[in-house]
């Protein structure tokens, strides 16, 4: 049998560990998977790039639309013990960086 090391096939960075692949989806998938993952790395470019992309006629559909759909990922991640207090408040911390 083989030996694997201790830590081996596991991707370092946590959050980031996706790769850049979730960048091609389109600008809502990005903010929700930017909100569940806790990366707010892009959350500015890509809440910018959907006001003005011009679907949505208020930023206050953004926050309504978006990323309040990553947040209610989040709770019901949360909820289902899938996800714990700390990547929550990062989450959260997401999400404040987004509307500031």
């Given amino acids: 049998t083989a030996v694997v090391k201790k830590g081996a096939g596991v991707v370092g960075g946590g959050s980031k560990s996706s790769g ?3 960048r091609d989806d389109e ?3 990005r903010i929700s998977h930017a909100l569940v993952k ?3 790395e ?3 470019k890509d809440v910018e790039e959907c ?3 011009g679907k949505f006629e208020k930023p206050l559909h953004i926050i309504e639309g978006p990323l309040m759909n990553g947040m209610n990922t989040v709770g019901d991640l ?3 013990g899938k996800m714990f207090l700390p990547q929550v408040i990062k989450s959260a911390r997401v999400m404040k960086k ?3």
């Fill in 98 to 100: 987004a509307v500031a």
């Fill in 38 to 40: 806790g990366i707010d």
């Fill in 78 to 80: 949360f909820g289902a």
């Fill in 42 to 44: 892009f959350i500015v």
């Fill in 27 to 29: 600008t809502e998938a």
């Fill in 20 to 22: 850049p692949s979730w």
């Fill in 51 to 53: 006001r003005v992309c």
